[in-house]
């Protein structure tokens, strides 16, 4: 069982999938860097705040001894659509990636037909015309 489970994970596949994932990781990390950094500030410069940081408040809290708002009720979609604009970048770069992997595979060409003989009832027609002479 040992040597069956090695056999699998060394596999050229799944070492491909680790090394994808890993480096999805990271790509994914950079993705939110540059939408955190570059892309949400000049949104929010649209809406004269923070975009990460845009809220709905559905209910207000209260400041506790500390100065911590507590019992807030907020929906946080600047959030959300940040982790949005994070996904159509990383879905389109994989997009890119996968087409550009694509068009560098060798075409396979199409084989060509072999040629159609006659059909098997043409057969069978031609043996019993050729008993049907003797």
């Known amino acids: 069982m040992l040597k069956e489970f090695k056999a699998f994970a060394m596999k050229g596949n799944l070492v491909d999938i680790a090394v994808g994932f890993v480096m999805g990781a990271a790509f994914k990390q950079v993705v939110t860097s540059f939408t955190g950094g570059i892309v949400s500030p000049l949104i929010g410069l649209i809406f004269k705040a923070d975009f990460k940081d845009l809220k709905w408040i559905a209910k207000e809290g209260v ?7 507590v019992g807030e009720v ?22 890119m990636i996968i087409k550009g992997i694509n068009a560098t595979k060798k075409k396979e060409e199409p084989k060509p037909e072999a040629p159609k003989g006659p059909s098997q009832e043409d057969l069978l027609a031609e043996i019993r015309d050729l008993l049907a002479k003797k």
């Open 74 to 95: 907020a929906v946080l979609y600047g959030d959300f659509i940040t982790n949005v604009i994070d996904f159509i970048i990383v879905a389109f770069v994989m997009f």
């Open 63 to 69: 400041a506790d001894e500390t100065g911590k708002i």
